[in-house]
């Protein structure tokens, strides 16, 4: 299955309330962001933590177009913390960490616009 990032991208199939519950997506603070020259398409390592019940997991996010390595730590950021670990290259992405696309196709992150608790699940 591909996904559009495009912002005219079609609708989805309809699912139901039950899929979405499923779907554990939860905020956490970026504590460190590295590059990732080994990924195919140009991205970063971001190391996250997602407070006491999930812990620190790494993502592996293809975010380079819009931000800078040093304005990553300290950002809250949403991700599916649910989903099996993915290998990509010689890096274990262990959780998937969501954005929008813009006009251009770059990734802008999903985070809230005011600060909660490591952890917070969306609903």
Known sequence: MHLSHAPDAPRGEDIAFDQFLAVD??????LSAEPFP???KPAYKLVIDFGPAIG???????????????DLPGRQVAAV??????Q??????????????DNEGAVILFSP?????NGSRLF
């Open 25 to 30: 997506i939860r905020v956490g603070t970026v």
């Open 38 to 40: 080994e990924a195919r």
């Open 56 to 70: 620190v997991k790494k993502s592996s996010a293809q975010i380079t177009d819009c931000y800078a390595l040093e």
């Open 81 to 86: 913390v649910n989903f099996p670990p993915r």
């Open 88 to 101: 990509i290259g010689k890096f274990m992405s262990e959780v998937l960490t969501l954005g929008f696309g």
């Open 113 to 117: 616009d005011r600060p909660v608790p």
